[in-house]
């Protein structure tokens, strides 16, 4: 009875297209499946019941073991870590522990965690390998972990949770990030008037839109889908907001030079992403929509299923500002995002939770570049982040800096460019005084 009851439930979830079925016994049943379109809705059929099993790119035998407690899981094979993986995960831990790599990733996957950890999935399939090889393979990196779907925040919280917490200074696994609130953009100004210091300003924040696990676990199906999606959204953007989008494949060489002038045409993932295994099908569903001021700008599935960006020449914050805000309010009228109650937005780096808002500078600081260091004390002072002029892992170009807001998590969408705004004025009021 339970399995005609579990048969029922998955012909009544919307995402799931039944294409055949058997009562294999009393305790389990055989379904050929095929999502629609992604089998993260799987996960609900069950009417709350658990159900673990792989994503589906394809119509696929499931077998579903019903529990006595009339629980269901996939057949223990299909959960359990293969053996190559174990290989690679046992290689890749032990290359970490003998490094002298500086990462979060080596600094909280301890022995004991890595044990606790390296057995389990996600019903999307993901391991532990999954979220650490990025920051095996790349033992210089900051951070050095990724999350696969959204699911391994939670799966593998022993190891996140404590990552995020040193990142997002202090964001404990007992604290709950705040509602979205972005205040009141009037109290913003122009930070540098006289066009001395900053050279261009943006503001953007990530998303991920609900239903679709992140880049590793996207099929190429899904990519083409979201493409589709988001390109037909946008088209419905009007006023300031109203521009074209642009797919990278077939993309025209004149279009694509157009882009890369402009500095708008991103390229397949940096080594980082590549690791993290971010970049399959490529370029399939990737595009990139701009404005007719070349002041609004959106990536579609670059290292996140959406990247929505607001920038311009000179200092203005607040006018950046409020044009991601009108975007990201209209935007997600049309697409729901994936949000999490204790996380916030999700996405696929750690670093990029909760507001996932980054504001920024690229600013002139000649008196303090002189010394990096008291440059690196004041801006850590006011939780700001200096990075090169391309951003991250780049080296500043003619004494240019990208300086931006580090926290995103535990304030809100209005604390976390306020501070930015606060931190950037006081390192010109220091540079007018050097």
């Given at each position: 009875?339970?399995?005609?009851?579990?048969?029922?439930?998955?012909?009544?979830?919307?995402?799931?297209?039944?294409?055949?079925?058997?009562?294999?016994?009393?305790?389990?049943?055989?379904?050929?499946?095929?999502?629609?379109?992604?089998?993260?809705?799987?996960?609900?059929?069950?009417?709350?019941?658990?159900?673990?099993?792989?994503?589906?790119?394809?119509?696929?035998?499931?077998?579903?073991?019903?529990?006595?407690?009339?629980?269901?899981?996939?057949?223990?094979?299909?959960?359990?870590?293969?053996?190559?993986?174990?290989?690679?995960?046992?290689?890749?831990?032990?290359?970490?522990?003998?490094?002298?790599?500086?990462?979060?990733?080596?600094?909280?996957?301890?022995?004991?965690?890595?044990?606790?950890?390296?057995?389990?999935?996600?019903?999307?399939?993901?391991?532990?390998?999954?979220?650490?090889?990025?920051?095996?393979?790349?033992?210089?990196?900051?951070?050095?972990?990724?999350?696969?779907?959204?699911?391994?925040?939670?799966?593998?919280?022993?190891?996140?949770?404590?990552?995020?917490?040193?990142?997002?200074?202090?964001?404990?696994?007992?604290?709950?990030?705040?509602?979205?609130?972005?205040?009141?953009?009037?109290?913003?100004?122009?930070?540098?008037?006289?066009?001395?210091?900053?050279?261009?300003?943006?503001?953007?924040?990530?998303?991920?839109?609900?239903?679709?696990p992140f880049n590793p676990c996207l099929t190429e199906g899904q990519y083409k889908e979201m493409e589709d999606k988001v390109s037909s959204t946008l088209?419905?953007?009007?006023?300031?907001?109203?521009?074209?989008?642009?797919?990278?494949?077939?993309?025209?060489?004149?279009?694509?030079?157009?882009?890369?002038?402009?500095?708008?045409?991103?390229?397949?993932?940096?080594?980082?992403?590549?690791?993290?295994?971010?970049?399959?099908?490529?370029?399939?569903?990737?595009?990139?929509?701009?404005?007719?001021?070349?002041?609004?700008?959106?990536?579609?599935?670059?290292?996140?299923?959406?990247?929505?960006?607001?920038?311009?020449?000179?200092?203005?914050?607040?006018?950046?500002?409020?044009?991601?805000?009108?975007?990201?309010?209209?935007?997600?009228?049309?697409?729901?995002?994936?949000?999490?109650?204790?996380?916030?937005?999700?996405?696929?780096?750690?670093?990029?939770?909760?507001?996932?808002?980054?504001?920024?500078?690229?600013?002139?600081?000649?008196?303090?570049?002189?010394?990096?260091?008291?440059?690196?004390?004041?801006?850590?002072?006011?939780?700001?982040?200096?990075r090169g002029t391309r951003g991250e892992h780049t080296e500043a170009e003619g004494g240019v800096y990208d300086i931006s807001n580090k926290r995103r998590m535990g304030l809100t969408e209005y604390d976390a460019?306020?501070?930015?705004?606060?931190?950037?004025?006081?390192?010109?009021?220091?540079?007018?005084?050097?």
């Open positions: 009875m339970r399995s005609i009851s579990l048969l029922r439930r998955c012909l009544s979830n919307p995402r799931i297209v039944i294409k055949k079925w058997s009562v294999c016994n009393k305790h389990s049943l055989c379904i050929s499946a095929r999502p629609r379109p992604a089998v993260a809705g799987l996960a609900r059929a069950a009417g709350g019941n658990r159900l673990n099993v792989q994503r589906i790119a394809a119509p696929t035998i499931l077998h579903l073991a019903v529990d006595s407690d009339g629980c269901t899981s996939a057949r223990k094979a299909a959960a359990m870590v293969d053996a190559a993986t174990m290989e690679k995960l046992e290689a890749g831990f032990s290359k970490l522990q003998a490094s002298d790599s500086k990462s979060l990733l080596k600094k909280y996957l301890t022995k004991e965690v890595f044990d606790a950890l390296k057995n389990k999935k996600t019903s999307f399939g993901s391991t532990l390998l999954d979220c650490i090889q990025s920051g095996i393979e790349n033992l210089d990196s900051g951070v050095g972990i990724y999350a696969p779907d959204a699911e391994s925040y939670t799966v593998f919280a022993d190891l996140f949770d404590p990552i995020i917490e040193d990142y997002h200074n202090g964001f404990k696994k007992t604290d709950k990030h705040p509602p979205k609130n972005w205040g009141d953009v009037e109290t913003l100004g122009n930070l540098d008037p006289g066009s001395e210091f900053i050279v261009s300003t943006r503001v953007r924040c990530g998303r991920s839109m609900e239903g679709y088209s419905g953007l009007e006023g300031e907001l109203k521009g074209t989008f642009y797919p990278l494949t077939g993309m025209s060489k004149e279009v694509q030079q157009k882009l890369i002038d402009d500095h708008f045409l991103f390229k397949e993932g940096d080594r980082f992403l590549q690791a993290a295994n971010a970049c399959r099908f490529w370029p399939t569903g990737r595009g990139i929509y701009h404005n007719e001021n070349k002041t609004f700008l959106i990536w579609c599935n670059e290292e996140d299923h959406l990247r929505i960006i607001s920038m311009q020449m000179g200092g203005d914050l607040k006018q950046v500002y409020k044009r991601l805000v009108t975007a990201v309010n209209d935007i997600e009228k049309r697409i729901p995002f994936s949000h999490n109650d204790r996380l916030g937005f999700l996405t696929f780096c750690p670093t990029n939770l909760g507001t996932t808002v980054r504001a920024s500078v690229h600013i002139k600081l000649p008196k303090l570049a002189a010394d990096k260091a008291k440059l690196e004390e004041v801006a850590s002072k006011y939780h700001l982040q200096v460019v306020k501070e930015m705004y606060d931190g950037i004025a006081e390192l010109i009021k220091i540079e007018k005084s050097l």
